[in-house]
Nanobody, 126 residues
Framework: EVQLVESGGGLVQPGGSLRLSCAAS????????MGWFRQGPGNERERVAS????????YIADSVRGRFTITQDTATNTLNLQMRRLKPEDSAMYYC????????????????????WGQGTQVTVS
């Protein structure tokens, strides 16, 4: 069973930084796309950043552009999200997501492709 395991969340003051990591465990697995989503209290889950692992295309939400950077370590199949200049409105549960092997693929920019989810890691900026 392939699993996504997030790490790196926590409590940080406004203006601070955090680095989130997501590791795919289980069988050797390289998803066609991986990304980070977040969901704050009372809000819908939104895509923060994502990457096409084959082509290297990247998406960064307007709300975090210039502050967050998404990178992938293909050797370890790990996805990272470097977050800088954090704001209170960045507080949320952050989820790593990827395309499940063998599932229908809609393209890296289509949210429907992200059907394998981690447990989430809490980020609190206060």
């Amino acid at each position: 069973e392939v699993q996504l395991v997030e790490s790196g969340g926590g409590l940080v003051q406004p203006g601070g930084s955090l680095r989130l990591s997501c590791a795919a465990s289980g069988i050797e697995y390289r998803s066609r796309c991986m990304g980070w989503f977040r969901q704050g209290p009372g809000n819908e889950r939104e895509r923060v950043a994502s990457i096409s692992t084959g082509g290297g295309d990247r998406y960064i939400a307007d709300s975090v552009r210039g502050r967050f950077t998404i990178t992938q370590d293909t050797a370890t199949n790990t996805l990272n999200l470097q977050m800088r200049r954090l704001k209170p409105e960045d507080s949320a549960m952050y989820y790593c997501a990827a395309a499940r092997p063998g599932s229908r693929y809609y393209g890296w920019s289509d949210r429907r492709s992200y059907n394998l989810w981690g447990q989430g890691t809490q980020v609190t900026v206060s």
